[in-house]
C-alpha cells in the first residue's frame, strides 16, 4: 500500500510556488521517497485529498479547542504550520520534530505536546490554514466553525 502511495505522490509532482516560503528563510529539502511518509513528495497528495480534515474545533470546559492532529500526523513533509483565527495574522504553530530514527516518524510522542490551542468559548468563528511542504510549496485552506466542529 505504501508504495502505491508513493507512486502517486511521485506523479503529482510540485505544488503551488514558494513565494510566501521564500520569504520565511525556509529552504527546500530533497524529494527523494522514503516509504516512511517524511517527504512533501509523499505528503501533499494525501493532505490535498483529507483537505476537510485538517482541523477540527471542540467546544469543551468552557473553550474553543482548536485540533491540528491530523497535520500534525503527516508534519514529517512540512517545513512550516500556520493558523490564522477570524481572520487575523497567521501565526507559526511549533512543530513537532520528525522521529527520523524510527519506525513511525510521524507518530506523535508524550513530550510533542498537545495538538491543540486553546481559545475563549465561542470566539473561534473562522480558521486559515496555511501548509508550507518541505520543497516549499505551499497550500491553504479556510474553514468556518460549523464546518469543522466536532459533535
Known amino acids: ?89 497567521l501565526q507559526v504553530w511549533d512543530l513537532p520534530p520528525c522521529h527520523a530514527g524510527t519506525a513511525s516518524p510521524n507518530a506523535l510522542l508524550p513530550e510533542d505536546g498537545m495538538p491543540y490551542l486553546a481559545f475563549a468559548a465561542g470566539s473561534v468563528d473562522r480558521v486559515e490554514i496555511e501548509l508550507t511542504y518541505d520543497d516549499l510549496s505551499v497550500d491553504t485552506a479556510a474553514f468556518d466553525r460549523a464546518q469543522v466542529m466536532m459533535p
Open 1 to 89: 500500500m505504501d508504495w502505491i502511495l508513493i507512486g502517486i505522490a511521485v506523479s503529482l509532482g510540485s505544488g503551488e510556488g514558494a513565494s510566501a516560503a521564500a520569504a520565511t528563510g525556509l529552504v527546500a529539502e530533497a524529494q527523494a521517497p522514503t516509504g516512511k511518509f517524511t517527504t512533501a513528495t509523499e505528503v501533499r497528495p494525501i493532505l490535498g485529498a483529507t483537505r476537510g480534515s485538517w482541523i477540527a474545533l471542540r467546544d469543551y470546559g468552557g473553550q474553543d479547542l482548536l485540533y491540528v492532529t491530523h497535520l500534525l500526523a503527516w508534519r514529517c513533509g512540512l517545513a512550516q504550520l500556520r493558523y490564522g483565527i477570524n481572520g487575523g495574522d
